[in-house]
Nanobody, 115 residues
């Protein structure tokens, strides 16, 4: 199994930045993809960004050029650097790991962007 703990959420003003962290523990050697999803009130959870085991990345169009996903293998941590935040980025952000076809989730961290 894999355990994921997010941190770094908070309240910021539009245009500011935040960096989210996701610390992973457990059976990490079998993880082939890690990503960040978000869920705004009344909306479905959506993919924000993901990083594949080979290092390639995927971004939702709404965050391209503003968000950057990265990982530190030595710390077993994945980051989401969020710049130029907008009020529409307000959501609960969840870390996700996929291993052998099974997805694991953290409990989420809230990001609120005021206008």
């Amino acid at each position: 199994q894999v355990q994921l703990v997010e941190s770094g959420g908070g309240l910021v003003q539009a245009g500011e930045s935040l960096r989210l962290s996701c610390a992973a523990s457990g059976r990490l050697s079998t993880i082939n993809r890690m990503g960040w999803y978000r869920q705004a009130p009344g909306k479905q959870r959506e993919l924000v960004a993901a990083i594949i085991s080979g290092g390639s990345t995927i971004y939702d169009d709404s965050v391209k050029g503003r968000f950057t996903i990265s990982r530190d293998n030595a710390k077993n941590t994945v980051y989401l650097q969020m710049n130029s935040l907008k009020p529409e980025d307000t959501a609960d952000y969840y870390c996700n790991a996929v291993t052998r076809g099974v997805g694991y989730w953290g409990k989420g961290t809230l990001v609120t962007v005021s206008s």
